[in-house]
């Protein structure tokens, strides 16, 4: 037998593969989407976030979903990781895209259809949660993900009014309202209900609950990039995301980190 360091052998290095399979058939979507492989770094952090999201517990609430970083193209970008692939309205174009960062929206004609119908989950159970990926200032009626009817009932919403952050899910007019927070705080911002009473909201890394009541969904996708007022959008924001959920409920500490140390480790390993 030939020893391994006997001169002149060849070692062949294995090639990584992804050890979930949720995250090998993502991966596999968006290379397909791109035309070509991801980095090695690349795969193995969208690998390790899957991962980390099951170990969690947190994994099976998340239904629809897109990773707006880390794909060569903006075309992979929008490659759902979970449930149904966003209309690109608008649209946004490629110089709209960085890999790096995120999907910049232009406060005006550019939004996502999630294609995520508003009645889809549980009344009592039931999340929205974005990754902001700049300090853009968040202005009078400005929304980064949301969908409500013509009359004031909302459906989930992260948005700006009256100088407050205001997140619901499943709330009446208003929502709860997170005041001292910055307009132009940045990442991880998201809100997510348990019961029929109480709402939990996580923003600028300090999670905090309020007493609200829930009402019945309305029907309608959720919109990112705005708000749905029935079958129209409004409040278009200017802002880069990098990542947005819908779904059920969920520990939105534990999402929190796991889409945080997801994109500051694209930051880092993507040339």
Not at 21 to 40: F, H, K, M, R, S
Not at 82 to 93: M, R
Request: aromatic residues 8%; contains cysteine; positive net charge.
């Amino acid at each position: 037998m030939t020893p391994l360091n006997a001169p002149g052998r060849v070692l062949l290095r294995q090639t990584w593969a992804p050890a979930d399979t949720d995250a090998a058939a993502y991966i596999a979507a968006v290379e397909a989407a791109d035309g070509q492989a991801l980095e090695e770094k690349t795969r193995k952090a969208i690998d390790d976030f899957v991962l980390g999201c099951k170990s969690d517990g947190i994994w099976s609430a998340i239904k629809a979903s897109c990773i707006l970083a880390g794909a060569r193209t903006l075309t992979g970008a929008l490659v759902p990781l979970v449930g149904a692939a966003p209309t690109n309205v608008g649209p946004f174009v490629s110089g709209d895209y960085s890999r790096k960062t995120g999907l910049l929206g232009d406060g005006s004609t550019k939004y996502l259809n999630s294609n995520r119908d508003g009645n889809t989950d549980p009344q009592n159970s039931c999340h929205v949660a974005v990754y902001k990926n700049d300090t853009a200032t968040m202005t009078e009626g400005k929304a980064l993900i949301g969908g409500r009817d013509t009359v004031g009932v909302r459906n989930s919403q992260i948005y700006y009014s009256a100088s407050a952050w205001r997140l619901s899910v499943r709330t009446g007019f208003g929502g709860s309202v997170a005041s001292t927070v910055s307009a132009s705080t940045s990442g991880f911002i998201g809100c997510s209900r348990s019961t029929s009473t109480t709402l939990d909201f996580r923003l600028a890394q300090v999670s905090s609950n309020s007493n609200a009541t829930s009402v019945a969904p309305v029907t309608g996708s959720h919109f990112v990039y705005a708000n749905r007022a029935g079958a129209s959008a409004e409040g278009q924001m200017a802002t880069r995301l990098a990542f947005y959920s819908i779904g059920e409920s969920l520990n939105l500490t534990l999402l929190d980190a796991r889409v945080t140390q997801l994109i500051t480790t694209f930051a880092a390993v993507i040339p």
